[in-house]
């Protein structure tokens, strides 16, 4: 006797059960070119930048100074990631959960974003990087802000690769102030659905990460894009965030290259 076609619910997330042909076909043990096969690659990758303090530690350092050589080490990655032809990256730069460190270090946090934003944003533009900002922006000291939409303004027509910096960034908060946005518009409570939430996130339009890389050994999200990476490919590194390179940005490409994705399926 037949059987009758499943009731599938009508609201099943539309991203996340959406697998292309060559991403389903591929090898799951093959060594794969990074430079050659451009389906291997994640269309995002959101990375939590973990262990600037450790390292600074290790070095016998002040811990800003750590912090500062985190930021030498982001400027490698993104020379490499666009190389690479990554399309979309997130960085976790300053978590709302920051705010409960020393004054001086969160003083120095924002001092080495200014100084970083106005050192590199003309590399950016030469780069093809367009800089977005995820967060409370608004919550942020004046400077900062000012530092930051001159380089949202300069940047705005890089078309190699979307540099977003989560700052002052929290997945809950995302999540409530996505909610409130909600309730502003007027939705009514039937209409909101799961593609209705991502259009009032923060990455309205971008697609959600396909790998999550944690440096510094940790095992956990910290609240970072915890609506986005339902389905992310998640890898973690010993490699402290100021010591993770283009070999170690390259390995995570190849393990996720080495994965099969299968979505619920």
Known sequence: MARSPLARPTDAPPRAHVVDAAESSRPADAERDLL????DL???????MDGNRRWARMQQRAEIEGHA???EAIRTLLKHAVRRGVPVMTLY??????WA???DEVTGLFGLLEQAVR???????????????LGRLDELPEATRRSIDEALAETADGDRLLLNVAFNYAGRTELVDAFRRLTEQGIAADAIDEQAICDALYTAGLPDPDLV?????????SNFLIWQ?????????????????????????????????????
């Open 36 to 39: 050659l096969d451009p389906a």
């Open 42 to 48: 994640p269309r995002h990758v959101a990375i939590i």
């Open 69 to 71: 050589a985190g930021v």
């Open 93 to 98: 730069a300053f978590s709302r959960e920051n």
């Open 101 to 103: 460190r020393s004054d």
């Open 119 to 133: 050192s590199e944003t003309a590399e950016l533009r030469r780069q093809g990087v367009r800089i977005r900002l």
């Open 213 to 221: 890389i944690r440096t510094g050994g940790e095992q956990r999200l």
């Open 229 to 265: 990476s339902a389905y992310a490919e998640f890898y973690s590194t010993e490699v402290l965030w100021p010591d993770f390179g283009a070999d170690a940005f390259d390995a995570a490409l190849l393990e996720f290259a080495r994965r099969t994705r299968r979505f619920g399926r």
